[in-house]
């Protein structure tokens, strides 16, 4: 039996938690990624990361931007502004186009 609880508590351990309210918890899974804040919202913001990609019938790159919405927690609000460098990461879908929540602030305007 108390193999069992240690198990479950180690499951539980391993998914990330951030808060957006006291209320409202949700948990991270999947993917992290980081680009700069091109738009800024009520509730959440738009971050933009430039990745490249192969072309292999001409055995050349491309650069390619991708644009990514992001739910912005109360904590975040005040700290976040258009041109900062942001970590977002997967989270369960939270409406029809947000499917990340901001983690962290990593730098300034660039």
Same mark, same amino acid.
């Given at each position: ?7 479950? %508590?180690?499951? *539980? ?7 957006i ?7 991270? !899974? +999947? !993917?992290?990624? %980081?680009?700069?804040?091109? *738009? ?9 990361? %430039? !990745?490249t ?9 491309? *650069?390619?931007?991708? &644009?990514?919405?992001? !739910? ?5 609000? +005040?700290? @976040? ?7 977002i990461? %997967?989270?369960?879908?939270?409406? &029809? @186009? ?6 962290? *602030?990593? +730098? +300034?305007?660039?």
């Amino acid at each position: 039996m108390e193999e069992k609880k240690k198990a479950s %508590e180690s499951k *539980k351990e391993k998914t990330a938690k951030i808060v957006i309210t006291p209320l409202d918890k949700v948990s991270l !899974r +999947g !993917r992290k990624f %980081e680009g700069i804040v091109t *738009k800024k919202f009520d509730g959440r913001i738009t971050i933009e990361f %430039e !990745r490249t990609k192969l072309i292999k019938k001409y055995e050349r790159y491309i *650069k390619n931007k991708t &644009k990514l919405h992001a !739910r912005l927690p109360e904590s975040l609000k +005040g700290e @976040i502004n258009v041109g900062d460098y942001v970590q977002i990461q %997967e989270c369960r879908p939270l409406s &029809k @186009i947000l499917h990340h929540i901001v983690v962290k *602030k990593i +730098g +300034g305007e660039k």
